[in-house]
Every structure is written in C-alpha cells, then in structure tokens.
C-alpha cells in the first residue's frame, strides 16, 4: 500500500532510540523528511547520520523538552528547516523512576506539556498541510496498573486531549489519534530491565499475551505510519490499542 507519505514533513521529540526511533525510520522509510530532537548530543548525532544513511533530508535537535523556552525554540527552528510540518508526533516520555511530586512534575511537563506546547507551536502549519498528530499512549493508561504513578495519569489525559483537539482542528482538516501499546521490549527498555530485576513478575506479563511474548517497536511503528497517513483519511480522534491481546478487556 501507498501510504501517500512521500516527501511530507515530520517532527518528531525523542527519535534517538526505542518506539520513537523505530518510528522515524518507518517514516523515513515511507519518503519523509524528518527534524527530531533529544537529551544528547551523541544520540542525536548517531540518529541523524542514521536517518542521513536511509537517505532522508533530517537534522536532530540537543534539548530537554521540559525546557518550555528550549523546546519551544526547537519546534521554531524545525517549522524552519522543513519548510512546515505535515506530521507531528510527541513522542518522549519522562516514564518513572523519579519519588513523589518529582515524578509527577516530570511526567506533567513532558508528558503532558511536551504535547500541548507542541500542538500549540505546529498547529497552525498542521492546519496549512491538512496534516496529522498522533500521540503515544499506553495500555497501562487503560486498566488497573500493579503500581500507581502518574505516568498513566499522564498519559490517559493525552487521549482526553486528543479527543477535544480531533473536533477542534479537525473542523481545518487536522486528524489527531493516540495509539496505546502495550509491553513492548528492546535493547535499553523498561521491559529489559525488568526481565533481569524482576523474572516473576516479566513472566507473568510474557504468559499474560496470548502468543507468549512482548511486541517489538517496528509493530507499533507500522501501526504508527499508517495512522499519520492519508490512507487513514477517515480516521480521527481515535485512540488504538497495539498489544498482541495483552489487556483482556472488550471494546465495544
């Protein structure tokens, strides 16, 4: 399938590595141009000269999205070098790991503001493009999670969000959709880590999906680039679940 995404233009936070990385380069796979950013310089350089080598026009960013003047600056200078923006996906995480309203802090600006500035900012040359933003959710957002933190509280407030800005713009021709993956593992990941930190509980999870194992992040990132796309033209203010069957409960 033609997925029509042949020299359109992405922006994209957090592509250095993971969903966002694979992400990029199923975009870029599809013909697109790319202006991305991420905490570290050296991350940023890899990624770039990676996109470069796939052959993509790209250029990487160094910033910490809870910097709201940074931040805001980047998607300035990316507007910039791409000329406008047809696609726009907040893809960074604070994800845990911080205590008490430290985390709840974190989560709230990148989570939740890294989408909203970032709407605000490329709104408008979204309205121009007829465009697309997707946001990244997740499962752990939809039912009960073993631990509370604010994390899913965060990321359930994306699908709330992108609900209201799906009436909104999509009156201008702008679709908004989320995406909720579930266990997802790669090199580096939380799933990683939990595997060695925590075997119980990691097969618990792994026999909990009916095929007996985590997804991968190119799964989510096919699901991902059909989304942003003009073949889902008629898909709007959605928010789909990509998690092998993991979450048992039944959408009606």
């Known amino acids: 399938m033609d997925l029509g995404l042949a020299g359109k233009r992405l922006i994209i936070t957090g592509a250095t590595r993971g969903l966002g990385q694979a992400i990029a380069r199923e975009l870029v796979a599809e013909g697109m141009e790319l202006a991305f950013c991420a905490r570290t310089a050296e991350a940023v350089a890899e990624a770039e000269a990676d996109y470069r080598a796939r052959g993509a026009r790209a250029k990487g960013w160094v910033l910490d999205v809870r910097d709201a003047e940074a931040y805001r600056a980047f998607l300035g200078e990316a507007l910039a070098f791409l000329g406008g923006c047809d696609v726009f996906i907040p893809n960074v995480s604070a994800k845990a790991g911080l205590e008490g309203e430290a985390q709840w802090r974190a989560n709230f600006e990148v989570d939740l503001m890294g989408a909203v500035r970032g709407m605000e900012a490329v709104g408008e040359a979204l309205v121009d493009a007829k465009g697309a933003a ?63 930190a925590n075997p119980a509980f990691f097969e618990m999870v792994r026999k909990s999906i009916p095929e007996g194992r985590l997804g991968t992040p190119e799964e989510v990132a096919r699901l991902a680039a059909f989304l942003v796309s003009p073949a889902a033209s008629w898909v709007n203010g959605e928010n789909i679940v990509v998690d092998g069957g993991q979450i048992k409960r039944v959408h009606y």
Do not use: D
């Open 134 to 196: 997707l946001f990244l959710v997740t499962t752990a957002a939809l039912e009960h999670f073993p631990v509370v933190q604010p994390y899913n509280v965060m990321k359930a407030t994306l699908i709330v969000y992108a609900k209201q800005l799906s009436q909104t713009l999509g009156a201008k021709g702008v679709r908004v959709n989320c995406i909720s993956p579930g266990s997802i593992y790669y090199q580096g990941s939380s799933w990683q880590r939990a595997e060695k």
